[in-house]
């Protein structure tokens, strides 16, 4: 059982939307940094930052897969009953209560509509967002030496980063960075401004 400063804790983190949506996801299935950037629309560096403090709460861990990426999952689910007890004077008549919830369903069935719509052009999007990835990492095999300079071009073009955002992202070493990082400037697809870098020139387009 927690105890009020653990719980008070526990609450400060569901208070964000975006860590919940998080947690949801990877109840789901284990996710690395950019599939959760994708499929919640959030930017690397928002999520990085979450998973950072969850992790911290030991409310999630990770392991490496074989490309030495994080894959995040729930280390300590969270359960959470919240009884809301109205305390007013008199009862409502029966014909508002029911006014009010069948408005309550109608306004539930148009966001339920809604998200359905949603979802729909979300998985168009991530099937556009593979194919393309695909196609980066056959074109990126014609021009690179190795697969690992690949990654910090995808990893690039979710937005800029830093050298440790981008260890952090695609799991290489920060040490091990600076070969590839120096291939792709001589290359003129990446470009360094003061500790951030980005896709250069028509590559950002």
Same mark, same amino acid.
């Given at each position: 059982?927690? #105890?009020?400063?653990?719980?008070?804790?526990?609450?400060?983190?569901?208070?964000? !939307?975006?860590?919940? !949506? @998080?947690?949801?996801?990877?109840?789901?299935? %284990? &996710?690395?940094?950019?599939?959760?950037?994708?499929?919640?629309? =959030?930017? %690397?560096?928002?999520?990085?930052? *979450?998973?950072?403090?969850?992790?911290?709460?030991?409310?999630?861990?990770?392991?490496?897969?074989?490309?030495?990426?994080?894959?995040?999952?729930? +280390?300590?689910? @969270?359960?959470?009953?919240?009884?809301? *007890?109205?305390?007013?004077?008199?009862?409502? $008549?029966? #014909?508002?209560?029911?006014?009010?919830?069948?408005?309550?369903?109608?306004?539930? !069935?148009?966001?339920? #509509?809604?998200?359905?719509? =949603? +979802?729909?052009?979300?998985?168009?999007?991530?099937?556009?967002?593979?194919? /393309? @990835?695909?196609?980066?990492?056959? /074109?990126?095999?014609?021009?690179?030496?190795?697969? $690992?300079?690949?990654? =910090?071009?995808?990893?690039?073009? *979710? &937005?800029?980063?830093?050298?440790?955002?981008?260890?952090?992202?695609?799991? /290489?070493?920060?040490?091990?960075?600076?070969?590839?990082?120096?291939?792709?400037?001589?290359?003129? @697809?990446?470009?360094?401004?003061?500790?951030?870098?980005?896709? &250069?020139?028509?590559?950002?387009?």
């Amino acid at each position: 059982m927690l #105890d009020h400063v653990e719980v008070a804790r526990i609450l400060d983190i569901l208070g964000n !939307r975006n860590r919940r !949506r @998080i947690i949801e996801l990877l109840r789901q299935k %284990p &996710c690395f940094v950019t599939e959760i950037s994708d499929r919640l629309t =959030l930017s %690397p560096k928002a999520v990085i930052e *979450h998973l950072q403090l969850m992790e911290r709460e030991e409310i999630l861990s990770f392991r490496l897969d074989d490309r030495r990426r994080k894959y995040y999952y729930l +280390a300590n689910d @969270i359960s959470v009953m919240v009884s809301l *007890h109205r305390l007013e004077e008199g009862t409502r $008549s029966s #014909d508002d209560v029911n006014n009010r919830l069948r408005k309550s369903l109608g306004k539930l !069935r148009k966001l339920v #509509d809604a998200r359905e719509e =949603l +979802a729909g052009n979300l998985r168009n999007i991530e099937k556009d967002i593979d194919l /393309q @990835i695909r196609e980066i990492v056959q /074109q990126g095999r014609e021009v690179l030496e190795d697969d $690992s300079g690949i990654d =910090l071009l995808i990893a690039l073009a *979710h &937005c800029n980063l830093t050298g440790e955002e981008l260890a952090e992202l695609t799991g /290489q070493p920060v040490q091990n960075l600076a070969a590839g990082l120096a291939e792709l400037r001589k290359k003129h @697809i990446v470009e360094q401004e003061g500790p951030t870098f980005r896709l &250069c020139g028509i590559n950002a387009e």
